[in-house]
């Protein structure tokens, strides 16, 4: 537990963290997920609360930049940390280059999983600007499309590499 984590007598603590480049403050119990606090205490709902163990990547949030299950991460962890949710890509009134593609070649489903796949996405093109169809399987391996959409999904990356989107 961070040094800085200020906890109360009534057994919650405070947590300091930035929010899609906000600063947030938050009084919650220390074994409150993060997922419950971006969505119960932040509002944020395009962070979605699935499987609970990790294994579907519907959570999938980054933290400092690291693509992160927020179901498998305490809230305090995050304390002085940054944290970035599906609701921080879009920029404006545009779609983000990868949500663009996935509504452009098929890769959107049911929805559910959706922002978890954009998140894994954004965080494999951010530290490979051309992955091999084995990279993004690999990046997508800790995402579960119960629609089994990946090939719309894995042809929508590949289109979004080739420049088709215009971005």
């Known amino acids: 537990?961070?040094?800085?984590v200020n906890k109360h007598a009534s057994g919650e603590m405070t947590i300091q963290f930035q929010l899609n480049n906000e600063s947030v403050e938050k009084e919650v119990?220390?074994?409150k997920l993060l997922v419950d606090v971006l969505r119960e205490d932040c509002g944020k709902t395009?962070?979605?609360r699935s499987c609970g163990i990790g294994?579907?990547?519907?959570?999938?949030?980054h933290i400092n930049g690291e693509l992160s299950a927020s179901c498998l991460t305490m809230a305090?962890?995050?304390?002085?940390?940054?944290?970035?949710?599906i609701e921080n890509l879009v920029q404006g009134e545009e779609l983000h280059p990868v949500q663009q593609a996935m509504l452009t070649h098929?890769?959107?489903q049911c929805g559910y999983c959706t922002p978890g796949m954009v998140m894994a996405i954004d965080a494999l093109l951010a530290t490979h600007t051309n992955p091999t169809e084995e990279?993004?399987?690999e990046a997508l391996s800790g995402n579960l499309c119960r629609c089994t959409g990946y090939g719309g999904i894995i042809r929508s990356i590949q289109h979004l590499l080739e420049g088709s989107e215009g971005h």
């Open 1 to 4: 537990m961070s040094q800085s």
């Open 29 to 31: 119990q220390p074994t």
């Open 46 to 48: 395009g962070t979605k």
């Open 55 to 61: 294994r579907c990547g519907a959570c999938a949030v």
């Open 76 to 85: 305090y962890q995050v304390e002085g940390k940054s944290v970035t949710t």
């Open 106 to 108: 098929g890769g959107f």
């Open 135 to 137: 990279q993004i399987k």
